[in-house]
């Protein structure tokens, strides 16, 4: 399926190995919840590194994570205030972990592919669903830095469109269909393959933001919404707003991103963007609250960010790792 107006051509048959439903140590030690947890891996900021990146992702399986998710950015300008100027790109870095890890999945939170060619993005995202055994799961977000988009020849201010477009190619190209057309994204092609197919019949993909837009996009495009947690009340609104933003959103999973720190006193910090968010911090006790909570408005999934100023050694994301085992036995 291309744009709205575009009928594609289904040629292709599925002939790739069947996908396997991969039972995780966290289903055992899970609490009453029934939240699935993931792990940020320091693909970026002052620990990032190959061995941070091993020994961060064997920790995070060995404590029972249902999954290892990296971070995505390409080219931050100087002097940003991210931890995103050193940064390992979020595919390759997947690829790595995937000969690493044998069991948990494999994510990106969240991709922003309106900066890419969304044909070589698809092809790089079969390949590491074959590479890991069916185990690639996705976020996609829109992109915040005008600058970094600059750097790429990006347009920003069309980059919405762009990415509604690419995720219906990439829908297109999983299913086997070979032809496909979008004026959005200036691409058009038929009689195309798209071999070898993916292990995965059917990809899952969480939609990054909390703006009207990006929620529209997790209701009509996409499995699941993902935002980054903000203050409790604050958050509640946006679950709120979410589920009445239309019917589809009434079923779709809330994927939150959280940030982790057992050595930090208060629960709420401020984004590299100055956005206020709240963290798993030192206390136990606070810390079951706040997954109370969000196990009350639906939340389903929780991805655990180490180190979310990217200034975290290795061995603190390891204590932060197993501070999140903790609150799952």
């Known amino acids: 399926m ?26 055992k030690r899970r609490n ?60 390759t870095t997947l690829a790595y972990l995937a000969g690493i890890n044998k069991r948990v999945k494999l994510g990106i939170s969240s991709l922003i592919i309106a900066m890419r060619n969304p044909v070589v993005v698809a092809r790089q995202l079969v390949t590491l669903d074959n590479l890991s055994g069916g185990r690639l799961m996705l976020a996609i977000g829109v992109g915040w830095n005008e600058k970094e988009f600059a750097h790429l020849g ?49 990809l899952a993909i969480w939609i990054g933001g909390t703006s009207k837009a990006a929620m529209k996009r997790a209701a009509t495009l996409g499995d699941a919404w993902h935002p980054n947690l903000q203050p409790l009340d604050q958050f509640a609104k946006l679950v ?16 939150v991103r959280i940030g982790i720190d057992p050595r930090a ?13 709240i963290m798993l911090a030192g206390n136990m006790a606070q810390n079951k609250q706040i997954l109370s909570r969000l196990e009350e408005l639906g939340v389903s999934y929780v991805v655990a960010v180490p180190s979310p100023d990217g200034k975290a050694s290795v061995p603190n994301q390891m204590d932060a790792i197993k501070t999140l085992s903790k609150l799952l036995s």
């Not at 995720?167 to 979008?182: D, V, Y």
């Not at 709120?240 to 994927?255: M, Q, Y």
């Not at 006193?265 to 968010?277: A, F, L, M, N």
């Open 240 to 255: 709120a707003d979410f589920r009445e933003s239309s019917p589809e959103a009434k079923t779709k999973g809330i994927c």
């Open 154 to 202: 990006s347009n920003f201010h069309s980059r919405g469109k762009r990415v509604d477009a690419s995720i219906r190619l990439i829908r297109a190209l999983w299913r086997g269909e070979t032809s496909f057309k979008s004026r959005v994204l200036s691409l058009e092609f038929s009689d195309a393959v798209f071999e070898p197919r993916p292990v995965q019949r059917h």
């Open 2 to 27: 291309g744009d709205k107006n575009v009928e594609p051509r289904r040629k292709m048959s599925r002939v790739g190995p069947s996908s396997r439903n991969q039972k995780n140590d966290i289903n």
């Open 32 to 91: 009453d919840r029934g939240m699935k947890f993931g792990v940020c891996v320091p693909n970026y900021g002052e620990s990032s590194s190959t061995e941070a990146l091993r020994n961060v992702a064997l920790e995070a399986e060995q404590a029972g994570c249902d999954s290892l998710w990296t971070t995505d950015h390409i080219l931050m300008p100087k002097n940003s205030g991210t931890p995103y100027e050193r940064i390992f790109d979020s595919i």
């Open 265 to 277: 006193e208060q629960s709420e910090y401020k984004s590299p963007q100055g956005e206020r968010r």
